[in-house]
């Protein structure tokens, strides 16, 4: 079994595609943070979902599969299961903003991080869980909970830098420590991956990753333009950010 067939540039591409992913969902949340009405702010969180859960966390390990091969067997992948990881992954992010709400409160910032990471955990093992080969794949118990709550500890620390310091410059911060956060999650998990060839086993079911998920990368990529356009017209682009400190609870 090897995780780097394609060489190690894998782990760059999908380091910078995280990075990007989560400082145009950051982005977002500031801008929702900013807009006058329910509405905008609703579609400005819609986007930091999509940003984030999408190109953030899943693209980033799906680009980092594209290496992993399984000696004396073919890799396939079920598309249902990577269909579903990618939706629990921007629904994670979407129930998570909602829960935390515009007011800087520790409570919600907690359980915000504890939906968002759990969701991350469950994004991954779905993904995983998604791997076809001659023979059987499972995945060690101790090893998906130790690479959820890194996926925890790694959304309550973009939860805290979004909700309470704004500057542009801190986010690129934020991006930079989530990213290492969500590749520390990918391979804590799938250090707990074990494989069992079998020759008298049948051909994987399933679909080649490179072949579906190229198409999907390049789109996802070019999707981007569509939030880096409406930060860049955002009429509350240039607002002052006010910085909101953490209160313990909501008072009465």
């Known amino acids: ?23 145009i969902g950051f982005t977002c949340i500031r801008q929702s943070a900013k807009s006058s009405t329910g509405r905008f702010r609703t579609v400005w ?50 129930a998570a903003l909602t829960i935390n709400g515009t007011v800087a409160r520790v409570p919600r910032l907690i359980a915000a991080g504890v939906v968002m990471g759990a969701g991350f955990g469950l994004m991954h093992f779905l993904a995983l869980d998604a791997i076809r080969i001659q023979g059987s794949a ?22 805290w830098f979004t909700q309470t310091w704004r500057p542009l410059s801190v986010l690129v911060g934020a991006s930079l420590v989530f990213a290492a956060g969500i590749a520390g999650m990918h391979y804590t998990d799938l250090a707990g991956l074990q494989t069992h060839v079998s020759t008298s086993g049948v051909t994987p079911q399933g ?39 953490l209160q313990p609870s909501s008072s009465r």
């Open 45 to 94: 969180q819609a986007a930091a979902a999509v940003s984030i859960g999408g190109i953030g966390v899943w693209l980033p390990v799906f680009i980092s599969m594209l290496g992993f091969s399984v000696h004396g067997s073919l890799v396939r992948y079920d598309v249902t299961n990577v269909i579903l990881s990618v939706l629990v992954s921007v629904l994670a992010v979407w």
């Open 138 to 159: 499972s995945l060690r118990m101790p090893l998906v909970l130790a690479a959820a709550g890194v996926a925890i500890v790694t959304s309550l620390a973009a939860l």
């Open 207 to 245: 679909e080649d990753l490179f072949g579906f998920f190229v198409p999907v990368f390049v789109i996802s990529m070019m999707s981007l333009a569509i939030p880096i356009s409406a930060i860049l017209v955002a009429p509350e682009r240039r607002a002052p950010v006010a910085i909101r400190p």
């Open 1 to 23: 079994m090897s995780y780097f067939n394609m060489g190690y540039w894998l782990i760059g591409l999908s380091a910078a595609v995280s990075m990007v992913g989560a400082l």
